[in-house]
């Protein structure tokens, strides 16, 4: 086990989800709570906990990868997809709430979603629990998508 990896696999995806929060958590009580959301819009308090699980699940699926990478090509290559999905990741909230623009969050949704089903098809034939671990994730992000659809729709 590389120790060395597994912390930077860890803690990048947080540092992600730390960014992101920089422009969440003002936003929630103002011009959040002032959007009308859909009937299915959880409560705030679940977004931060679902997020950590996530970026913990990504962390040890780059992880599984990264540890083939010296002697597989294919990872050495797919290990630059997943930091760029990841940027695309923490732009979500700076769009979302720090710019307030719902229709360009919803565009740069689409591209993370995009990016994660590549990243389960190039994960596959390297490490099949680093696909599996992407499925919340990819599911989480599905129903992000729906809810900033109708987030943007009503508002």
């Not at 590389?2 to 860890?10: A, Q, T």
């Not at 931060?48 to 599984?64: A, D, E, N, Q």
């Not at 597989?72 to 797919?78: F, G, H, I, R, T």
């Not at 696909?131 to 729709?153: K, M, Q």
């Amino acid at each position: 086990m590389n120790y060395k990896r597994l912390i930077i696999s860890l803690a990048l995806p947080q540092l992600a989800g730390l960014i992101g929060s920089i422009f969440t958590t003002p936003a929630i009580p103002g011009w959040y709570a002032s959007l009308i959301k859909p009937s299915f819009s959880p409560p705030n308090w679940l977004f931060g906990p679902v997020w950590i699980s996530l970026y913990f699940l990504m962390g040890i699926s780059i992880y599984l990868i990264w540890q083939r990478a010296q002697k597989n090509k294919k990872a050495q290559k797919v290990l630059w997809l997943f930091w760029i999905h990841l940027f695309f990741n923490a732009i979500w909230s700076i769009i979302f709430f720090g710019l307030q623009n719902p229709g360009l969050a919803l565009v740069d949704l689409a591209v993370i979603w995009v990016l994660i089903i590549i990243l389960m098809i190039k994960f596959w034939p390297i490490n099949k629990w680093s696909t599996y671990l992407l499925i919340p994730y990819l599911l989480w992000v599905s129903f992000a998508g729906v809810l900033n659809f109708f987030i943007w729709r009503l508002n």
